[in-house]
């Protein structure tokens, strides 16, 4: 994962929102997955990696009220949070999955973003440690990476690429998987 976040302000500064190739103006995908978790209104949902993503915006739409989102871009974020009104009920974190010490703990754990850019096995280990400790018990991790047959990079980084078996595999028998699609955007 880069650990700079120079790079990640740099496109940020750069591209407009739609140029990213990760844009979507509404992501259904990631809104149907945590509708299936169940989460009701009032559960505390962290998206990892967030940036300037629409999910925040469908979130509060859709009624949620404890909503945080960390990215390594505090220029994403502000584009983000420019777009909501000033009392919006979110967290912004400016910050790297790998250091962050949440400051709750989440129903919800939402990541279609940084868990693949993680090719050294030691960050994937603090990743998941991270998620352990910020995860209430019987909470839901939602993640998204590359498929087996996607790309093996993105943003020219290298990306590690996952299917249901290894991700799964991956996360270790504290997690049981619920859902796997294949979703190409």
């Not at 925040?56 to 909501?84: H, N, P």
């Not at 989440?106 to 279609?112: A, E, I, L, N």
Request: hydrophobic residues 40%; contains cysteine; negative net charge.
């Amino acid at each position: 994962m880069s650990e700079d976040p120079n790079r990640w302000e740099d496109v940020y500064r750069n591209k407009e929102e739609a140029e990213t190739s990760w844009h979507e103006g509404r992501p259904q995908v990631s809104l149907d997955l945590i509708a299936e978790t169940g989460a009701r209104t009032d559960a505390a949902i962290v998206d990892v990696g967030g940036g300037a993503s629409r999910l925040v915006d469908c979130l509060l739409d859709q009624g949620y009220r404890r909503i945080t989102v960390l990215d390594l871009s505090e220029t994403a974020l502000a584009k983000a949070r420019a777009r909501l009104p000033q009392d919006a009920p979110v967290e912004w974190v400016v910050g790297n999955v790998l250091h962050w010490h949440p400051s709750a703990r989440f129903d919800v754990w939402h990541d279609r973003a940084a868990f693949h850019f993680l090719t050294e096995r030691a960050d994937q280990d603090t990743y998941l440690q991270v998620m352990d400790r910020a995860l209430v018990p019987g909470g839901h991790a939602i993640i998204g990476t590359f498929a087996l047959d996607g790309p093996t990079s993105c943003s020219g980084l290298p990306v590690d690429r996952y299917d249901a078996a290894s991700l799964s595999e991956r996360l270790g028998d504290g997690y049981r998987l619920i859902r796997t699609l294949n979703h190409e955007h």
